[in-house]
C-alpha cells in the first residue's frame, strides 16, 4: 500500500506538470487555432503507441515493460529540452505529442499494476485514497511549475518532468516486483494472476468479443469527446485572457494547482462515500454531470469564468470521483482480457475521444456562422455528456455480472490444499457414516437386525387401520419400522400417529421416510404441526426435513411460516426444505421481500447469540445438492449457513454458493471478489448488519503444502477409517453370534 501511494504521487505529479508544461509551451509558441489540429495529430501518435504497447505486451510482462516506459519517457524529456533551446515551436508540438500521447499510456499501465495488487472487495476501499495520495504528487507539482515559470521559464519544467519519470520507472518497478513475489508464493498464478504471463489474445478482440469492455470503451469515448470540445473553449478563452508566455504558464499552473488541491480534498473525504451510497454508475458519471450543468451554464451567461468553472468541475470530478469508480470497474476483469484490453481503451478511447473532440471542432467551425461557433461546440459537448451517463448506467449490470463470471472462474480452480486441512479426516469419516446410513435406509430388514428388542403384545383389534395406529402408539421398534416401511406407505388415517414418532429416535429417520411418501397429499396436516407451538420441538425440526421432496407452492407456503418458529433448528431446517424445493421446482413463488425480512430478523441478534447456534440433526444425509457444501460446512457457522442458504432462494444460487465458499478459503483475491459481489447485490438492510460476520469470517492463513502430499495424506487417513471400520464391523458381528 506505501508503495502504490509514492507511485500514484509520482506518476500523478509527472501527469499534471506535464500538463501545465505541455499547454504553456504550445500555446505561447503556435496559434491558439491549430490546438484542433494538435488535438487530432496528438490522438493519432497516442493510437500508433498502443498499437506498439499491445505487441509488446503479448512478449512482457507488465512488471517489466511500464517501468521501461518510464524510463524512456524521462531520457525524451531531457533531450526535448534541449530542443526547446534551440527550436521553440518544433520543441513545443514534440512535447505536445510527447505528453499527451506519453501520459495516459503511462497512467493505465501504473493502474493495470494496481488492480492486479489489489482484491475487487480491497480495491474499493483502498484506490481513494491511492489516487488521493496521487492528487497531492500532482498538487506539488503544479506548484514547482508555477515556480519555475515565475523564476526561470515554462521550459525549466522539462527536466523537473524527467526525474518525475525517473523516479515513477523505480517505483513502479518496485511495486511489480512485490505483486510478483507474492502472487508466486502460491497458487494464485494459476487463477490468471502471474505476473509472467502475458495476454493470450489480442486487445481489440478482448474489447469487440467483450460486451461489458466494449461500453467501458463507450464511456471513455464519449467523456473524453465533451470534455475535449470544452477544452478547446477554455483554453481560447484563457489565451485571450492572459495573453501568451510565462503568464500563461503561471496561470495553467495555478489552476492545476486548484484543481488538484479539490481533487484531493473530494478523494479523501467523499469518494468511498458516494460509491457506497451512490453505486460505480454514479461515480463514473459525475465528470459528465458536471460538463452537462457547466455548460447549460455557460450557454445562458457565457464569458471566462463561467467557462473556467465548468471546466474545472468537470476535470476536478474526473480526477477524483470518476478515477476511483472507474478502475473498479477493471477489478473482476481476467487479468488476460485486462491485460490486453485496459490500454486500448484508457489510451486508445482516450485519444479516439480527443480526435473525435478536435474534428467536431473543426467541422463546426467550418459548416457554423461565425457568431454562432461557441454555443454550437458547447451543445455537442452536452451531448456527448448525456451519451456517457447513459453509457455508465449501464455497466451496472455488467458489472455484477463480470463478478458473478469471476468467482465462477476462480472458484472452480480452488486448490486441493484449501480442503486438504485439519478437518479432512472428519469430512472422509462422515462421507463413510453416509453411507452406512444409506443401507440402513434401505429396508426395514436392516433395522430389523440393529434394533432387536422385546416386542410388547399387541392390543386386540379387528381393524386392520386402528391395529397398526395401536402398533404406532406401542414401543416395539420393530413393529413400527415395519409399518412405516410398507410399500404402499401408511393409509391418511395414520399420519397423525407417525408424526409423533418423529420425536423418538430410534425411528425417528423411519417415520422421515414413510412421511415423504404421503407428504404431497398431507401436506395441509404437516404444515398444521410444523406451525404448531405445541408440537414437541424434536417433532417440528424433524418435520420439516420431510417437505424437501414437495415440489408444490403450498409446501413452501407453509416452510415460509415455519421460519417464523422461535427456535433456529426448526427455521433452519425450513430453509433448507425450501432450497430444496426451488432446486426441483424453479417455478414456485417465493415473496422476496418476506425472505429478507426473515434475514435481517435474523442478523439482528448479538453476536454470542449468532455464534451459539447449533444444529442437532446436522449429521443426517440430506437429499439433493446442499447449498452449503461438506468443505465449508466445517468452517461456516451454522448462523450464516442459514442466512446464505435463505438467501439463496432469492438470489442467483451458482453465484451465491461460490461467494459464499470463496470467504472460507485462504485466497485473499477469491475473498475480496465475494465481498465485492455480495456487496453488490445485498440490499443495505441486510448487508450492514451481515457484513461484520463476513469480514471476520477469514481463516488464518496456514503453510501451503505440496498438492502430492496432501493426497497421500488423505489416502493414508482414508485407508487407516476404512480400516477402523473394518475391525468395528468384525467386532459387532462376533457380540452378535455370541448372543445368539
Known amino acids: 500500500m506505501l508503495t502504490a501511494m509514492l507511485c500514484a504521487a509520482a506518476v500523478t505529479a509527472q501527469f499534471v506538470g506535464g500538463k501545465a508544461t505541455r499547454d504553456a509551451l504550445f500555446l505561447s509558441a503556435v496559434d491558439v487555432t491549430a490546438l484542433p489540429a494538435m488535438l487530432m495529430a496528438t490522438s493519432i501518435s497516442s493510437i500508433v503507441l498502443v498499437a506498439i504497447h499491445a505487441s509488446a505486451a503479448r512478449r ?36 505536445y505529442l510527447h505528453i499527451s500521447g506519453a501520459g495516459p499510456l503511462l497512467g493505465s499501465g501504473f493502474w493495470l499494476i494496481v488492480s492486479e495488487r489489489f482484491d475487487p472487495h480491497t480495491a474499493k476501499r483502498r484506490f481513494g485514497q491511492i489516487a488521493g495520495i496521487g492528487t497531492l504528487g500532482g498538487l506539488l507539482s503544479a506548484i514547482l511549475a508555477e515556480r519555475m515559470a515565475a523564476l526561470l521559464s515554462a521550459s525549466a519544467m522539462l527536466p523537473c518532468l524527467a526525474i518525475f519519470h525517473l523516479a515513477s520507472a523505480a517505483l513502479v518497478r518496485r511495486l511489480a516486483t512485490q505483486s510478483d513475489d507474492v502472487r508466486t508464493k502460491g497458487r494464485v498464478d494459476r487463477f490468471g494472476r502471474a505476473g509472467a504471463a502475458a495476454p493470450s489474445t489480442s486487445g481489440l478482440r478482448a474489447v469487440v468479443r ?15 469527446a465533451g470534455a475535449a470540445l470544452l477544452d478547446y473553449l477554455f483554453k481560447v478563452d484563457a489565451v485571450g485572457t492572459f495573453g501568451r508566455g510565462d503568464n500563461l504558464l503561471r496561470f495553467f499552473a495555478v489552476y492545476y494547482a486548484g484543481a488538484s488541491l479539490f481533487t484531493f480534498v473530494i478523494q479523501t473525504t467523499s469518494s468511498r462515500v458516494v460509491l457506497e451510497r451512490m453505486g460505480l454508475a454514479f461515480t463514473t458519471s459525475t465528470p459528465s454531470y458536471a460538463l452537462f450543468a457547466g455548460g447549460v451554464a455557460s450557454l445562458f451567461q457565457p464569458g471566462f469564468q463561467t467557462m473556467l468553472a465548468a471546466r474545472a468541475s468537470e476535470s476536478v470530478l474526473r480526477g477524483s470521483l470518476f478515477r476511483a469508480g472507474y478502475e473498479l470497474f477493471y477489478t473482476p476483469v481476467p487479468a488476460a482480457d485486462k491485460r490486453a484490453a485496459k ?90 457414516q453416509r453411507d452406512g446410513a444409506n443401507r440402513r435406509d434401505e429396508g426395514p430388514r436392516y433395522r430389523q437386525g440393529v434394533e432387536r428388542a422385546a416386542g410388547a403384545s399387541a392390543p386386540v383389534a379387528f381393524d386392520p387401520e386402528i391395529q397398526d395406529a395401536a402398533w404406532l402408539r406401542s414401543r416395539n421398534a420393530e413393529r413400527v419400522v415395519d409399518i412405516l416401511h410398507r410399500e404402499e406407505g401408511v393409509s391418511p388415517g395414520l399420519v397423525a400417529h407417525v408424526i409423533p414418532l418423529l420425536a423418538w429416535d430410534r425411528v425417528a429417520s423411519d417415520a422421515i421416510f414413510a412421511l415423504r411418501k404421503v407428504a404431497e397429499e398431507r401436506v395441509g396436516q404437516l404444515i398444521d404441526a410444523l406451525i404448531d407451538p405445541n408440537q414437541d420441538f424434536a417433532v417440528r425440526r424433524r ?23 422461535l427456535r433456529f433448528e426448526v427455521r433452519y431446517q425450513c430453509g433448507r426444505a425450501l432450497a430444496a424445493i426451488l432446486d426441483t421446482n424453479p417455478r414456485v413463488r417465493i415473496d422476496h421481500d418476506r425472505i429478507f425480512a426473515v434475514v435481517q430478523r435474523e442478523t439482528a441478534v448479538g453476536r454470542p447469540v449468532w455464534e451459539s447456534r447449533r444444529v442437532l440433526d446436522e449429521v443426517t444425509v440430506w437429499e439433493g445438492v446442499p447449498f452449503v457444501d461438506e468443505f465449508v460446512r466445517d468452517r461456516a457457522g451454522q448462523s450464516l449457513s442459514h442466512v446464505f442458504t435463505l438467501l439463496s432462494l432469492v438470489l442467483p444460487r451458482q453465484p451465491l454458493q461460490l461467494a ?61 477409517i476404512l480400516i477402523s471400520l473394518e475391525e468395528l464391523k468384525q467386532r459387532a458381528a462376533a457380540e452378535e453370534s455370541k448372543s445368539t
Not at 517489466?64 to 534541449?82: C, K, N
Not at 467483450?210 to 473524453?224: D, E
Open 60 to 95: 512482457v510482462s507488465p512488471g517489466t515493460l511500464v517501468p521501461a516506459y518510464f524510463g524512456v519517457s524521462g531520457v525524451l524529456f531531457l533531450a526535448e529540452w534541449l530542443l526547446v533551446q534551440r527550436l521553440p515551436a518544433v520543441g513545443a508540438v514534440v512535447a
Open 210 to 224: 467483450g460486451a461489458y469492455l466494449r461500453r467501458l470503451a463507450l464511456l471513455v469515448l464519449l467523456g473524453t
Open 343 to 432: 490500454s486500448i481503451i484508457d489510451v486508445g478511447c482516450d485519444r479516439l475521444g480527443d480526435a473525435l473532440g478536435g474534428g467536431a471542432v473543426r467541422l463546426l467551425m467550418a459548416v457554423a456562422p461565425a457568431a454562432a461557433q461557441r454555443s454550437v461546440i458547447l451543445s455537442a459537448a452536452l451531448a456527448c455528456s448525456i451519451g456517457a451517463i447513459l453509457a455508465a448506467r449501464r455497466l451496472n449490470r455488467g458489472y455484477i455480472q463480470t463478478l458473478e463470471a469471476s468467482l465462477r472462474n476462480r472458484a472452480v480452480e480452488i486448490d486441493l490444499g484449501d480442503v486438504m486441512d485439519g478437518a479432512t479426516r472428519t469430512l472422509v469419516l462422515k462421507s463413510l
Open 543 to 565: 418435520l420439516a426435513r420431510v417437505f424437501s421432496i414437495c415440489v408444490s407452492q403450498r409446501a413452501v407456503d407453509g416452510l415460509i411460516l415455519g421460519l417464523d418458529d
Open 660 to 720: 459464499f465458499r470463496s470467504l472460507h478459503t485462504d485466497d485473499q483475491y477469491l475473498q475480496g471478489t465475494a465481498l465485492e459481489y455480495l456487496e453488490s447485490i445485498l440490499p443495505a438492510t441486510i448487508r450492514q448488519p451481515l457484513w461484520p460476520y463476513l469480514e471476520d469470517r477469514r481463516p488464518a492463513r496456514r503453510a501451503a503444502r505440496p498438492a502430492d502430499q496432501v493426497l497421500a495424506d488423505l489416502l493414508r487417513s482414508n485407508q487407516s
